[in-house]
């Protein structure tokens, strides 16, 4: 207990120096951009937005990502073909496009695997310091097990959480799309509309057919355009709409008529579905009820009865 205060003490202290450089930092930055802007202004020659955007934080994250990259590209620590394909398929679901996320986010599950067991092991912790030998080295390695294996949970939950925005604004976007290809867009000029008309609500969803839309101007086929935002996005309700774009590009039909009658199908089966969720609440709903609720209103209905009773029967009793 008495070495409590002294790691308070640390802590704050940490933390103070760390305010303090990220306040130094910051002020700098803003110095610089003010002086940037006043040039500008003035008419001199200034520095290009990537130079200033290189100063203060942005340049500890640079340093910082460049350092796991390093590591990430050890030989050792390279994953090998298939989990390399699934990591990078991963990443790009969740919206790490970059050509060095893979080796960055390897780096950053090494490091954490050495840094959370060191920090545990620098920390005074007098349970786990007069524990046995074997029980220490269980708990180290189930701290390394964590730092390991941690990135990848949060990978997970990013990922999950990008696909249920994309998928919440995926019913709005295809209206949108319905509305421009019936106003006499074509499918191309569609896409770019409907992104640049849905960056405000659902900016994944925008970010996903503007790079479509990059693709088409790129000169890519369309169909290998539309295989490729199915296979970034990774969603159903998307993979069937592009296999519905690609059919009807190939075939020549009408992609207006089309795209009415998915988006139809598609609202309906959004119907059914909430009409699933609404017959499955009180299913749900009963062990809440059995358990925090009805609990709760015997002890204030019946409550004050018994209590009643006890004080007009204890005594009689006695």
Same mark, same amino acid.
């Given at each position: 207990?008495?070495?409590?205060?002294?790691?308070?003490?640390?802590?704050?202290?940490?933390?103070?120096?760390?305010?303090?450089?990220?306040?130094?930092?910051?002020?700098?930055?803003?110095?610089?951009?003010?002086?940037?802007?006043?040039?500008?202004?003035? +008419?001199?020659?200034?520095?290009?937005?990537?130079?200033?955007?290189?100063?203060?934080?942005?340049?500890?994250?640079?340093?910082?990502?460049?350092?796991?990259?390093?590591?990430?590209?050890?030989?050792?620590?390279?994953?090998?073909?298939?989990?390399?394909?699934?990591?990078?398929?991963?990443?790009?679901?969740?919206?790490?496009?970059?050509?060095?996320?893979?080796?960055?986010?390897?780096?950053?599950?090494?490091?954490?695997l050495?840094?959370?067991?060191?920090?545990?092991?620098?920390?005074?912790?007098?349970?786990?310091?007069?524990?046995?030998?074997?029980?220490?080295?269980?708990?180290?390695?189930?701290?390394?097990?964590?730092?390991?294996y941690?990135?990848?949970?949060?990978?997970?939950q990013?990922?999950?959480?990008?696909?249920?925005?994309?998928?919440h604004?995926?019913?709005?976007?295809?209206?949108?799309?319905?509305v421009?290809?019936?106003?006499?867009?074509?499918?191309?000029?569609?896409?770019?509309?409907?992104?640049?008309?849905?960056?405000?609500?659902?900016?994944?969803l925008?970010?996903?057919?503007?790079?479509?839309?990059?693709?088409?101007?790129a000169?890519?086929?369309?169909?290998?355009?539309?295989?490729?935002?199915?296979?970034?996005?990774?969603?159903?309700?998307?993979?069937?709409?592009?296999?519905?774009?690609?059919?009807?590009?190939?075939?020549?039909?009408?992609?207006?008529?089309?795209?009415?009658?998915?988006?139809?199908?598609?609202?309906?089966?959004?119907?059914?579905?909430?009409?699933?969720?609404? +017959?499955?609440?009180p299913?749900?709903?009963?062990?809440?009820?059995?358990?925090?609720?009805?609990?709760?209103?015997?002890?204030?209905?019946?409550?004050?009865?018994?209590?009643? +009773?006890?004080?007009?029967?204890?005594?009689?009793?006695?």
């Amino acid at each position: 207990m008495a070495s409590f205060p002294i790691v308070m003490i640390s802590v704050a202290v940490f933390a103070a120096a760390f305010l303090a450089v990220m306040g130094v930092t910051m002020l700098v930055q803003s110095r610089r951009e003010r002086q940037g802007w006043q040039e500008r202004v003035q +008419g001199h020659k200034v520095a290009g937005r990537a130079e200033v955007s290189t100063t203060g934080l942005q340049y500890f994250r640079d340093m910082a990502v460049r350092l796991l990259e390093k590591v990430g590209n050890a030989d050792q620590a390279k994953p090998k073909a298939p989990d390399l394909s699934a990591l990078k398929q991963l990443l790009i679901t969740g919206g790490y496009r970059s050509d060095n996320a893979v080796a960055v986010f390897t780096g950053f599950k090494l490091v954490f695997l050495l840094l959370v067991p060191g920090v545990v092991f620098l920390l005074p912790i007098p349970a786990l310091d007069q524990a046995p030998l074997i029980n220490q080295l269980f708990a180290y390695l189930l701290l390394a097990a964590a730092g390991l294996y941690g990135p990848e949970l949060w990978l997970s939950q990013v990922v999950k959480k990008r696909k249920l925005k994309i998928l919440h604004g995926f019913p709005d976007a295809l209206d949108l799309l319905v509305v421009c290809v019936e106003a006499g867009l074509g499918l191309d000029a569609a896409l770019g509309r409907t992104g640049r008309e849905l960056a405000m609500a659902h900016p994944e969803l925008c970010e996903e057919f503007h790079l479509v839309a990059l693709e088409l101007r790129a000169g890519l086929q369309r169909s290998q355009a539309l295989a490729n935002l199915a296979r970034r996005v990774d969603l159903d309700p998307v993979k069937s709409l592009v296999a519905l774009l690609i059919q009807t590009d190939r075939f020549g039909t009408s992609i207006g008529l089309a795209l009415r009658v998915h988006s139809d199908s598609m609202r309906t089966e959004r119907s059914l579905k909430a009409e699933e969720m609404a +017959g499955k609440l009180p299913v749900k709903m009963l062990f809440p009820l059995m358990f925090f609720i009805f609990p709760s209103l015997f002890i204030v209905i019946l409550g004050p009865a018994i209590v009643q +009773g006890m004080r007009i029967l204890m005594p009689a009793l006695q």
